[in-house]
């Protein structure tokens, strides 16, 4: 089953709204997860390092006030996209590892979720 | 700063063929993920790479790392159409094993 659980899978926002995507560690705590955005057929882009009860870290070029990230809990990090307009239309991926694991090496991805900017 | 690079972007290829994909990295790193991506679909974990001169295997993918060239391959025996998706190579930071840099991508397509 899902490691790392992402919702919503799919949103549909109008221009200058926000929203909000979840990240879920289940069954384990994160004290850091990972935010990347993929463009169609494109590779992953770091965006972000979530940091459990701190601030977030941001990629050079990534503008810190229009994607926030908020890490208050061991399990759930969110990334909200203020002011949304149609070029943030992307799938927005995040990661975790699960230290506790026997495969505790491996990093775990959400499935995803679909942003379009209407 | 730590820069991927695979090669080739596209790989057409006819089912029962071999081939290998190259993962290139620019800084020093610790370990090196292998993942696949179907369309529309989130990540999918292949393999960890974890020590110079690691291989891995599993069924008809086979990775393995250079960390002194520091260059990574995913060896494709036999392909079958299931194996068409894209493949990805993430190198971890220096700073941070946790905190992955993609490659471009490869993406495969296995015709009949």
């Known amino acids: 089953g899902a490691v790392v659980s992402q919702h919503p899978s799919r949103v549909i926002c109008k221009s200058g709204t926000s929203v909000k995507i979840e990240c879920r560690s289940l069954?384990?705590?994160?004290?850091?997860m990972f935010w990347y955005r993929q463009f169609p057929k494109q590779s992953l882009m770091l965006m972000a390092t979530s940091n459990e009860g701190s601030k977030a870290t941001y990629e050079q070029g990534v503008e810190k006030d229009k994607f926030l990230i908020n890490h208050a809990s061991l399990t759930l990090s969110t990334l909200t996209v203020t002011s949304a307009h149609p070029e943030d239309s992307s799938f927005y991926i995040c990661?975790?590892?699960?230290?506790?694991?026997?495969?505790?090496?491996?990093?775990?991805f959400g499935e995803g979720s679909w942003l379009t900017v209407v | 700063e730590l820069k991927v690079e695979q090669n080739p972007l596209f790989l057409s290829m006819q089912e029962g063929k071999n081939y290998t994909i190259y993962c290139n990295y620019s800084?020093?790193?610790?370990?090196l993920y292998w993942y696949r991506q179907d369309p529309g679909k989130s990540l999918e974990s292949l393999f960890v790479l974890l020590s110079n001169g690691a291989v891995k295997q599993e069924g008809r993918l086979m990775a393995s790392l250079d960390t002194k060239a520091r260059l990574s391959t995913l060896h494709i025996t036999a392909a079958v159409h299931d194996l068409s998706a894209t493949y990805f190579c993430a190198p971890s930071s220096s700073y941070n094993t946790d905190k992955l840099i993609f490659g471009t991508g490869t993406r495969l397509q296995v015709f009949p």
């Open positions: 800084t020093t790193s610790d370990r």
């Open positions: 069954d384990f705590q994160a004290t850091t």
């Open positions: 990661s975790a590892r699960d230290r506790g694991r026997p495969s505790g090496n491996t990093i775990y």
